[in-house]
């Protein structure tokens, strides 16, 4: 690009030869953009000419931003980290087309990308590239955006971190350079802003990797500087009081922070991999944890069944589903019900995620032997009306958990099964008998999350023939019915989805599902006499979700089987 503007500012008759030559020497030297080395030799007068002439030459127009007032509404119609990255800024909008204002107009893919993020078509005009960058500072309220924070950086001194010579108390006066604190702090306050529920930083060869995930999904960010891998992971661990020297094994903390006056708490991992550290900082935000159970997307009846059976005197609840399914949320949930000053709440997690007043909550420790099993038997001296147990691993664990349901304590658990059947199956497997399972279990939940389709960018979509036989419905179901999608919007991170929701299948424990339980019949036999009392499988409640526009028939697919 370099070569070739020149040589069209030679053959336009806006410099000499010799000028271009010139600059040509000072950019292999020195570095830099050639304009703004001929404005600095005094060839032009200001990168407006150039831009000015670039813009006729490639027949697409320039601007001078300095000169207009821009619609904020219209300039965030493109996401801040993709406008800084590729210095763009939308000036206007008319109709269906966009108008962005662009230094580098042979970086063609921009425009199909901007088309693609914003779904307008895009018309392209030059503007100069100091000007983009001064109307993104003042457009974007961003000041401590991570692309902002890293230009602070200074490289030269950061390195140091690399050293293996370095003492522990060299290595953290190194990496406490008030830029880098600024952007490892600005990198947890973004993920936080962004609703995202995990950070992962990812050493490669020859790239620093950054993914948030942000409703149940891994999504890509913009990547930190390479020569900073060791001095972000240090300050981590810093940060959770990890041992900065030892490199070899995993190591696990926690961080404390305060974002928008409220605390989050982050549970940090690190693990070594053969470039170097991998962190993943799990976001324990309070304001991300729903506590009302009637906002967690429980059919009306089902909210009926479970809300009656968390508050019996005794017997056992299960929740069930994959990791990240939303089972922690649901437990919480059922227990802020039951959080009054005369019930003592009991519980033992691993790990305890979410800090709540009023509930005596109990953090796990293998290593010394606070195990599941170890922990009920003590909380069974402790007087408790309700216990929780993070998750029922084993048959001692089992057992405990069965001998409190049936002597007068509610017990709440979770286990790693498909749906609410084979629940049953998977506890006498464990080997606990079947006449305990039917006397102690009261409800079984199943459950999966879906995320949400974002209400920003939703518009109707067609669904095949092929897709609609996979969905199980009947032709009278589908009579009517509109199939959504989301297709990406600022809002969204351009994802077409925002939140999640969960589809739940509740099998309360009745006399008839008890019956066969007891005659040791299969999990299929158990589904069948269930949905004869009126359960709803995780697929016939996922579809619900998507009758009512929630969620998108993708979502549906991915996370339920079929049930014919």
Same mark, same amino acid.
């Given at each position: 690009? !370099?070569?070739?503007?020149?040589?069209?500012?030679?053959?336009?008759?806006?410099?000499?030869?010799?000028?271009?030559?010139?600059?040509?020497?000072?950019?292999?030297?020195?570095?830099?953009?050639?304009?703004?080395?001929?404005?600095?030799?005094?060839?032009?007068?200001?990168?407006?000419?150039?831009?000015?002439?670039?813009?006729?030459?490639?027949?697409?127009?320039?601007?001078?931003?300095?000169?207009?007032?821009?619609?904020?509404?219209?300039?965030?119609?493109?996401?801040?980290?993709?406008?800084?990255?590729?210095?763009?800024?939308?000036?206007?909008?008319?109709?269906?087309?966009?108008?962005? !204002?662009?230094?580098?107009?042979?970086?063609?893919?921009?425009?199909?990308?901007?088309?693609?993020?914003?779904?307008?078509?895009?018309?392209?005009?030059?503007?100069?590239?100091?000007?983009?960058?001064?109307?993104?500072?003042?457009?974007?309220?961003?000041?401590?955006?991570?692309?902002?924070?890293?230009?602070?950086?200074?490289?030269?001194?950061?390195?140091?971190?690399?050293?293996?010579?370095?003492?522990?108390?060299?290595?953290?006066?190194?990496?406490?350079?008030?830029?880098?604190?600024?952007?490892?702090?600005?990198?947890?306050?973004?993920?936080?802003?962004?609703?995202?529920?995990?950070?992962?930083?990812?050493?490669?060869?020859?790239?620093?990797?950054?993914?948030?995930?942000?409703?149940?999904?891994?999504?890509?960010?913009?990547?930190?500087?390479?020569?900073?891998?060791?001095?972000?992971?240090?300050?981590?661990?810093?940060?959770?009081?990890?041992?900065?020297?030892?490199?070899?094994?995993?190591?696990?903390?926690?961080?404390?922070?305060?974002?928008?006056?409220?605390?989050?708490?982050?549970?940090?991992?690190?693990?070594?991999?053969?470039?170097?550290?991998?962190?993943?900082?799990?976001?324990?935000?309070?304001?991300?944890?729903?506590?009302?159970?009637?906002?967690?997307?429980?059919?009306?009846?089902?909210?009926?069944?479970?809300?009656?059976?968390?508050?019996?005197?005794?017997?056992?609840?299960?929740?069930?589903?994959?990791?990240?399914?939303?089972?922690?949320?649901?437990?919480?949930?059922?227990?802020?019900?039951?959080?009054?000053?005369?019930?003592?709440?009991?519980?033992?997690?691993?790990?305890?995620?979410?800090?709540?007043?009023?509930?005596?909550?109990?953090?796990?420790?293998?290593?010394?032997?606070?195990?599941?099993?170890?922990?009920?038997?003590?909380?069974?001296?402790?007087?408790?009306?309700?216990?929780?147990?993070?998750?029922?691993?084993?048959?001692?664990?089992?057992?405990?958990?069965?001998?409190?349901?049936?002597?007068?304590?509610?017990?709440?658990?979770?286990?790693?099964?498909?749906?609410?059947?084979?629940?049953?199956?998977?506890?006498?497997?464990?080997?606990?008998?079947?006449?305990?399972?039917?006397?102690?279990?009261? /409800?079984?939940?199943?459950?999966?999350?879906?995320?949400?389709?974002?209400?920003?960018?939703?518009?109707?979509?067609?669904?095949?023939?092929?897709?609609?036989?996979?969905?199980?419905?009947?032709?009278?179901?589908?009579?009517?019915?509109?199939?959504?999608?989301?297709?990406?919007?600022? !809002?969204?991170?351009?994802?077409?989805?925002?939140?999640?929701?969960?589809?739940?299948?509740?099998?309360?424990?009745?006399?008839?599902?008890?019956?066969?339980?007891?005659?040791?019949?299969?999990?299929?036999?158990?589904?069948?006499?269930?949905?004869?009392?009126? /359960?709803?499988?995780?697929?016939?409640?996922?579809?619900?979700?998507?009758?009512?526009?929630?969620?998108?028939?993708?979502?549906?697919?991915?996370?339920?089987?079929?049930?014919?």
């Amino acid at each position: 690009m !370099a070569s070739k503007l020149g040589s069209l500012l030679v053959k336009a008759g806006k410099i000499t030869q010799e000028q271009l030559e010139k600059a040509l020497s000072i950019q292999k030297e020195k570095g830099g953009k050639i304009g703004q080395i001929l404005v600095e030799m005094g060839a032009v007068k200001d990168e407006n000419v150039i831009t000015e002439f670039l813009g006729r030459q490639l027949n697409i127009g320039s601007l001078n931003l300095t000169e207009i007032e821009l619609n904020p509404e219209v300039v965030k119609l493109i996401p801040v980290d993709i406008a800084r990255k590729f210095n763009v800024i939308a000036i206007s909008k008319l109709g269906k087309t966009l108008i962005v !204002a662009i230094s580098d107009p042979e970086n063609i893919f921009v425009m199909d990308m901007i088309k693609f993020i914003t779904g307008f078509n895009v018309q392209l005009v030059i503007s100069n590239e100091n000007d983009i960058k001064n109307a993104l500072d003042h457009y974007y309220d961003d000041s401590e955006s991570l692309s902002r924070l890293m230009e602070d950086l200074d490289m030269e001194n950061l390195e140091i971190v690399e050293e293996e010579s370095l003492d522990e108390q060299e290595l953290k006066s190194a990496i406490e350079d008030k830029p880098l604190v600024r952007l490892v702090d600005g990198l947890i306050t973004d993920a936080i802003k962004r609703k995202a529920s995990d950070i992962h930083i990812e050493t490669y060869e020859k790239r620093l990797r950054v993914r948030y995930r942000i409703d149940g999904t891994l999504q890509e960010m913009a990547p930190l500087p390479y020569k900073l891998r060791a001095a972000v992971v240090s300050r981590i661990k810093i940060m959770a009081n990890l041992d900065i020297s030892e490199r070899r094994r995993p190591q696990d903390g926690r961080i404390k922070v305060k974002v928008g006056g409220r605390k989050i708490d982050l549970r940090v991992s690190t693990i070594p991999t053969i470039f170097g550290e991998k962190v993943v900082m799990r976001i324990l935000d309070p304001k991300s944890l729903m506590l009302d159970l009637t906002k967690l997307g429980f059919p009306e009846r089902s909210l009926q069944l479970f809300d009656y059976a968390i508050h019996q005197p005794y017997g056992m609840i299960l929740v069930t589903g994959p990791t990240g399914s939303g089972k922690t949320t649901t437990l919480y949930s059922a227990l802020s019900q039951l959080n009054k000053s005369d019930v003592n709440i009991m519980t033992a997690e691993d790990p305890v995620e979410y800090n709540i007043e009023g509930i005596n909550q109990v953090q796990m420790h293998q290593e010394i032997g606070l195990t599941f099993a170890t922990s009920l038997r003590s909380f069974l001296r402790q007087d408790p009306d309700v216990i929780m147990v993070g998750e029922i691993r084993d048959l001692e664990t089992a057992e405990i958990a069965i001998r409190a349901a049936l002597t007068g304590h509610l017990v709440f658990s979770t286990l790693h099964t498909n749906d609410a059947p084979s629940t049953i199956n998977r506890l006498v497997d464990m080997g606990v008998p079947t006449f305990l399972v039917a006397s102690s279990v009261r /409800m079984i939940i199943a459950q999966r999350l879906f995320r949400k389709i974002c209400e920003h960018c939703k518009e109707k979509v067609e669904v095949s023939d092929e897709i609609l036989q996979r969905l199980g419905l009947s032709s009278e179901e589908l009579k009517g019915l509109e199939f959504y999608k989301g297709k990406g919007c600022p !809002a969204c991170n351009n994802t077409g989805f925002s939140g999640r929701t969960a589809a739940y299948e509740v099998m309360p424990i009745t006399g008839k599902i008890e019956r066969l339980i007891l005659e040791g019949k299969s999990s299929q036999e158990i589904q069948v006499a269930a949905r004869e009392e009126g /359960m709803l499988t995780l697929r016939e409640a996922a579809l619900e979700k998507l009758k009512k526009g929630i969620t998108t028939v993708e979502e549906v697919l991915g996370e339920t089987a079929s049930n014919q």
